[in-house]
């Protein structure tokens, strides 16, 4: 294991992270298949149970939280069940929910995923409903983000943008952000899900193979392909420090100061579920950069991380200690 990395890790604990974003309540209904419908070729399901878990933006905050450090967590809620629902899950799992808005037009989003038991380690998942709306946030809202973040700016290590399509982080906020961490001189990274050209200026940018292969309007396959493709990201995206692709089991590769690097993920035989690997690797990211890393250094230890979450089913957040085991190779 390299002690650098193993001495980033335990610096974790001393940073605090602004997580600005779309919240969505995850919503995990399980039954077992008993028998085929009448009514449809489907399998009818008895209910076992039902399970809640704080996605979108959340997903990063609670990885922050996991990792040893602390995650205030700024995005918008409905006026419902759903919302007090989510606030509470966050709550108690350590994150400071003080940045939470309650907004009438605005009910919580909710992915409802309908899950079979059939005997296997992990339940096989049918469909997913999602209700949601993506209409931008209005001026008040956008005011009230802002000026949290700059009553917490002098207690906040960095300021992390988790992008899920969901209306929040509309240009004109993302422009105050960015204005409001260049002059407190606070770092401010982005998880971009399209609309790139919102996130522009920022220190840190990360995205997909698949939405930077979409944005680019070509296929990504090979090294060489994703190495033109970061450093046009880029460029055209002006990031101060540093544009990550990542790549699944093929890692990552970085851009940063003209240079292009391409990470290896761990290896992993076991996969069962790549879901919040993304939101890892970017709270994984953040952390590292505030506690010292270097760009290729943090990217290394996000894809160590990202590692250990693809062997679970659904969200799952890892300890310092899992990370620490994935860095000396014992997966």
Do not use: W
Request: with cysteine.
């Amino acid at each position: 294991m390299s002690t650098t990395l193993e001495s980033y890790v335990e610096r974790f604990a001393n940073t605090t992270i602004v997580v600005i974003g779309d919240l969505i309540l995850d919503e995990y209904i399980t039954g077992r298949a008993t028998r085929m419908s009448r009514e449809a070729p489907v399998p009818v399901l008895e209910l076992e149970s039902k399970r809640y878990i704080a996605g979108g933006a959340a997903n990063p905050a609670a990885n922050i939280v996991s990792l040893g450090g602390r995650a205030k967590q700024v995005g918008m809620i409905g006026e419902d069940r759903a919302g007090e629902r989510l606030k509470q899950i966050l709550i108690d799992q350590g994150i400071d929910a003080e940045g939470l808005i309650q907004h009438k037009a605005h009910p919580t989003t909710v992915k409802t995923r309908i899950l079979a038991q059939m005997g296997l380690r992990f339940p096989q998942q049918l469909t997913r409903i999602d209700s949601l709306t993506r209409e931008p946030i209005d001026p008040e809202t956008e005011s009230l983000i802002v000026g949290f973040a700059r009553r917490v700016l002098d207690e906040t290590d960095a300021v992390l943008l988790s992008h899920y399509d969901g209306g929040l982080l509309t240009s004109p906020l993302v422009a105050r952000l960015r204005d409001l961490c260049a002059a407190g001189g606070k770092l401010l990274a982005a998880d971009a899900q399209g609309n790139f050209e919102t996130f522009s200026g920022l220190d840190i940018i990360k995205c997909n193979a698949e939405d930077a292969g979409r944005y680019l309007n070509r296929g990504l396959v090979s090294d060489s392909d994703f190495s033109e493709a970061a450093l046009q990201l880029h460029e055209a995206l002006g990031a101060v420090r540093a544009t990550i692709i990542t790549r699944g089991n093929q890692g990552a590769t970085l851009a940063a100061q003209d240079r292009v690097h391409h990470c290896p993920a761990p290896q992993v035989s076991d996969v069962f579920d790549t879901v919040g690997a993304g939101d890892t690797a970017i709270a994984t990211l953040v952390l590292a950069l505030v506690a010292g890393a270097a760009a290729k250094e943090a990217v290394t230890l996000a894809n160590h991380a990202s590692g250990i979450v693809v062997r679970h089913f659904g969200n799952y957040s890892p300890s310092p200690a899992e990370l620490m085991r994935s860095l000396g190779g014992d997966l």
